[in-house]
């Protein structure tokens, strides 16, 4: 590649990514919407621990309010609070000692989240537990290359996989097959890990093909035989 096209490809590909940061304000606006129409239903809210919305720049407001939105990387959480699950456990770290306190759990997530190049990524997390804790931390459920692409049709979705996600991985519900396979399914999904997963079922249809080869070859033997 000569200089003057690596240059090129740069500069464009750097005009993308303030357009897609310009862009994301108009995205966010668009989940606020969802949000806002979530949280009217006040008692289900209040069952999962109550939802909230934050916005990456509201963490510091007075640092953040020295640039525009286009010169920072953007990011909007959905989150539960705390909810009791009704049960006393022993929250102490030494073995020795028992310190029994109310179980609760919360802090489940969905969050929007912007690269330097102006890709949206949402993610989801699992509930936060006294109780106990899942092997994935986060989840991806989508992927854009412009905030412009994450229209109410695909933030009403995000909002469905999470709700379904929050029960998923609730201590009350996460013990149903139900939920095990949902959660498999969802990190089957995630891009990041679908070569291991396509390595892994490759792997699976081999010794199901092995084992019904083997099966068959036995059945072959006992009927030349004349055993069957």
């Known amino acids: 590649m000569k200089l003057k096209e690596a240059a090129r490809k740069i500069q464009r590909d750097s005009d993308k990514a303030y357009i897609c940061r310009v862009n994301w304000s108009f995205m966010d606006e668009r989940i606020q919407v969802e949000y806002d129409k979530v949280v009217l239903d006040n008692n289900s809210s209040r069952i999962l621990g109550d939802i909230y919305i934050q ?3 509201d963490r510091n407001k007075k640092e953040y309010s020295k640039f525009t939105s286009s ?3 953007n990011s909007t959480h959905i989150f539960t609070g705390r909810r009791f699950l009704g049960l006393a456990v022993n929250t102490s770290k030494n073995p020795s000692i028992t310190k029994l306190n109310l ?3 919360g802090n489940a997530q969905l969050w929007y989240s912007q690269s330097p190049s102006g890709e949206v990524l949402v993610f989801i ?3 936060q537990s006294d109780c106990g804790e899942f092997l994935e931390k986060e989840i ?4 854009y290359k412009n905030p412009s692409e994450v229209r109410e049709k695909s933030i009403n979705k995000h909002f469905s996989i999470f709700f379904k996600y929050c029960v ?3 201590q009350h519900s996460a013990s149903s097959l139900s939920s095990y396979l949902y959660r498999q399914y969802l990190i089957y999904n995630d891009f990041r890990y679908k070569i291991e997963n396509k390595q892994r079922l490759i792997k ?3 010794r199901i093909v092995t084992l019904g080869l083997g099966g068959l070859a036995v059945w072959a033997s006992l009927y030349a035989g004349g055993k069957i």
């Open 140 to 143: 991806i459920i989508g992927k």
């Open 168 to 170: 998923c991985t609730s």
């Open 204 to 206: 699976l249809i081999e």
């Open 71 to 73: 010169q920072y990387i």
């Open 103 to 105: 179980a609760t759990e």
């Open 55 to 57: 916005k990456g720049k």
């Open 125 to 127: 997390g699992p509930y």
